[in-house]
């Protein structure tokens, strides 16, 4: 292999299919592959990820394995059970920046102990806009200067524990109506506003030390008009030059639409390079052959004289300082027992009669996830009844429910309706307010991102997130009382 394509394969990150290292994979990152992203498909429990990491990293010691691990909603570690630590909202809602340092700090003891070096974490967008399909309580919030500490705690606790942080979505993912995943986001913003709110949280990450920052694949006219992924006057111009920032840049999945869906992966390759990316995130389905075609892509650009071999290893060099120094970090071993427990049960907000004093009939309605998050596995009604055999427990998702039938169904029991993001799915709200009608003793658990709440109920529950700590502390507080 020529040092060329060598340095193209160090900015490369392919995702990986099954439970353990694949022969094409052992391969690669022999030949220099820069890291690997790994998914909830890739991992069985702790022990076999444990073997799968030290498998990739046998091969070379300074190859970065990566995986999104944020807390709450958004867990690969835990995705069948649900995660033990509260998402960014919660933590957002006690504001205590200690606690979501602590947070941090033991997830980073998680994962280095299953071998991942990079978690691409935290999201640093601040969600101005309630309809936000894709961020919403992965968001600290939507005051900027509340993020922006939190984003800078969680990367304290996440680099002291021997990890890279990951601030994300580069340049701000959070007042957008539409999800990066399946099509183009624009954000309308001018400079200035940006300036006040989008990046105050990015600059705070670079303040605390980040030592990656993943892009947003979105249009800000403000700033340029291509995609920030593959806009130099994004990643060069904002982010190294009037922010600073000299870390790696790691774009986000290149087989996401808004990038396959315009220029393609390859071509997305190579102008996010120009544009002074670092890391090239492929995606959860594009690994082996994929690696191939997109540093076949990157040689040919250098040869033809379209991206400078300069470039490539510049790149490719700031992922290797990343690779050494989490190999080499000095790990703060400090644990900090329940500590996701207790900043659930902290994040919680009560309003009303929310304690159950007869069996409970719980109605969970279940809307789509993000395609950031694992489908939900696990829900507070099946944590009710654990706890009470007497309770009862239904789950809805989109369609038509005879409310009637449901008030009925519930006769001698207290009602307890789940509710999600009811702003952003027109079945909810109705279904909410017609139950709510019917029984006003209602208690509403919310946990999704609260923008709008359902009048009338006896007794609402916040938990600002569906993480199964969030949940384990909802059940807690409705049998426990205050």
Same mark, same amino acid.
């Given at each position: 292999?020529?040092?060329?394509?060598?340095?193209?394969?160090?900015?490369?990150?392919?995702?990986?299919?099954?439970?353990?290292?694949?022969?094409?994979?052992?391969?690669?990152?022999?030949?220099?592959?820069?890291?690997?992203?790994?998914?909830?498909?890739?991992?069985?429990?702790?022990?076999?990820?444990?073997?799968?990491?030290?498998?990739?990293?046998?091969?070379?010691?300074? @190859?970065?394995?990566?995986?999104?691990?944020?807390?709450?909603?958004?867990?690969?570690?835990?995705?069948?059970?649900?995660?033990?630590?509260?998402?960014?909202?919660?933590?957002?809602? @006690?504001?205590?920046?200690?606690?979501?340092?602590?947070?941090?700090?033991?997830?980073?003891?998680?994962?280095?102990?299953? #071998?991942?070096?990079?978690?691409?974490? *935290?999201?640093?967008?601040?969600?101005?806009?309630?309809?936000?399909?894709? %961020?919403?309580?992965?968001?600290?919030?939507?005051?900027?200067?509340?993020?922006?500490?939190?984003?800078?705690?969680?990367?304290?606790?996440?680099?002291?524990?021997?990890?890279?942080?990951?601030?994300?979505?580069? *340049?701000?993912?959070?007042?957008?109506?539409?999800?990066?995943?399946?099509?183009?986001?624009?954000?309308?913003?001018?400079?200035?506003?940006?300036?006040?709110?989008?990046?105050?949280?990015?600059?705070? =990450?670079?303040?605390?030390?980040?030592?990656?920052?993943?892009? =947003?694949?979105?249009?800000?006219?403000?700033?340029?008009?291509?995609?920030?992924?593959?806009?130099?006057?994004?990643?060069?111009?904002?982010?190294?030059?009037?922010?600073?920032?000299?870390?790696?840049? %790691?774009?986000? /999945?290149?087989?996401?639409?808004?990038?396959?869906?315009?220029?393609?992966?390859?071509?997305?390759?190579?102008?996010?390079?120009?544009?002074?990316?670092?890391?090239?995130?492929?995606?959860?389905?594009?690994?082996?052959?994929?690696?191939?075609?997109?540093?076949?892509?990157?040689?040919?650009?250098?040869?033809?004289?379209?991206?400078?071999?300069?470039?490539?290893?510049?790149?490719?060099?700031?992922? /290797?300082?990343?690779?050494?120094?989490?190999?080499?970090?000095?790990?703060?071993?400090?644990?900090?027992?329940?500590?996701?427990?207790?900043?659930?049960?902290?994040?919680?907000?009560?309003?009303?009669?929310?304690?159950?004093?007869?069996?409970?009939?719980?109605?969970?309605?279940? *809307?789509?996830?993000?395609?950031?998050?694992?489908?939900?596995?696990?829900?507070?009604?099946?944590?009710?009844?654990?706890?009470?055999?007497?309770?009862?427990?239904?789950?809805?998702?989109?369609?038509?429910?005879?409310?009637?039938?449901?008030?009925?169904?519930?006769?001698?029991?207290?009602?307890?309706?789940?509710?999600?993001?009811?702003?952003?799915?027109?079945?909810?709200?109705?279904?909410?307010?017609?139950?709510?009608?019917?029984?006003?003793?209602? %208690?509403?658990?919310?946990?999704?991102?609260?923008?709008?709440?359902?009048?009338?109920?006896?007794?609402?529950?916040?938990?600002?997130?569906? #993480?199964? @700590?969030?949940?384990? =502390?909802?059940?807690?507080?409705?049998?426990?009382?205050?």
């Amino acid at each position: 292999m020529s040092d060329l394509h060598r340095l193209a394969s160090a900015c490369i990150f392919p995702g990986v299919g099954g439970l353990v290292a694949p022969d094409w994979l052992r391969r690669e990152v022999a030949r220099g592959l820069g890291g690997v992203v790994l998914f909830s498909r890739n991992v069985r429990d702790r022990e076999q990820l444990a073997d799968l990491s030290a498998a990739v990293h046998a091969e070379r010691g300074d @190859v970065l394995i990566a995986i999104d691990e944020e807390g709450g909603d958004v867990t690969r570690l835990e995705a069948s059970s649900g995660s033990s630590y509260p998402g960014n909202l919660a933590l957002g809602a @006690v504001d205590d920046v200690e606690l979501t340092e602590h947070v941090a700090a033991a997830i980073a003891a998680d994962l280095r102990a299953v #071998g991942v070096d990079l978690d691409l974490a *935290p999201v640093a967008d601040v969600n101005t806009n309630p309809l936000n399909p894709v %961020i919403g309580v992965r968001s600290f919030g939507s005051d900027p200067d509340l993020v922006a500490r939190h984003v800078a705690a969680f990367v304290t606790g996440l680099q002291r524990g021997g990890v890279v942080a990951c601030a994300k979505h580069f *340049p701000g993912h959070g007042a957008t109506d539409v999800d990066s995943h399946l099509e183009l986001p624009t954000v309308r913003a001018g400079l200035d506003e940006l300036q006040r709110a989008e990046l105050v949280p990015f600059r705070a =990450a670079i303040a605390a030390g980040v030592r990656a920052i993943m892009t =947003a694949h979105i249009l800000v006219p403000a700033i340029d008009d291509v995609p920030a992924t593959i806009s130099p006057a994004h990643l060069t111009a904002l982010l190294r030059e009037d922010l600073g920032y000299d870390g790696v840049v %790691i774009t986000d /999945a290149l087989e996401m639409r808004a990038i396959s869906g315009t220029v393609g992966v390859e071509e997305g390759a190579v102008l996010a390079l120009a544009a002074g990316a670092d890391a090239l995130c492929l995606g959860h389905d594009l690994e082996g052959e994929a690696v191939a075609d997109v540093r076949r892509a990157v040689v040919l650009a250098v040869e033809t004289g379209r991206l400078p071999e300069e470039r490539v290893a510049e790149a490719a060099g700031r992922v /290797a300082d990343a690779g050494r120094w989490t190999r080499d970090a000095a790990v703060d071993s400090t644990r900090y027992p329940a500590v996701g427990q207790t900043a659930a049960r902290r994040a919680l907000r009560v309003d009303g009669d929310v304690t159950l004093s007869r069996p409970a009939f719980v109605v969970e309605c279940v *809307p789509e996830r993000t395609m950031a998050a694992d489908p939900m596995r696990h829900g507070l009604g099946e944590l009710v009844v654990e706890r009470d055999p007497g309770a009862e427990a239904i789950r809805l998702d989109e369609g038509v429910a005879d409310v009637s039938a449901l008030a009925r169904a519930a006769d001698g029991k207290r009602i307890v309706l789940v509710v999600r993001d009811a702003q952003r799915h027109a079945w909810e709200r109705p279904l909410a307010e017609a139950l709510v009608g019917l029984r006003p003793d209602t %208690i509403v658990v919310d946990v999704g991102y609260p923008a709008e709440r359902v009048a009338g109920a006896g007794g609402y529950l916040t938990t600002f997130g569906a #993480g199964r @700590v969030n949940l384990v =502390a909802a059940a807690d507080r409705l049998f426990t009382g205050p």
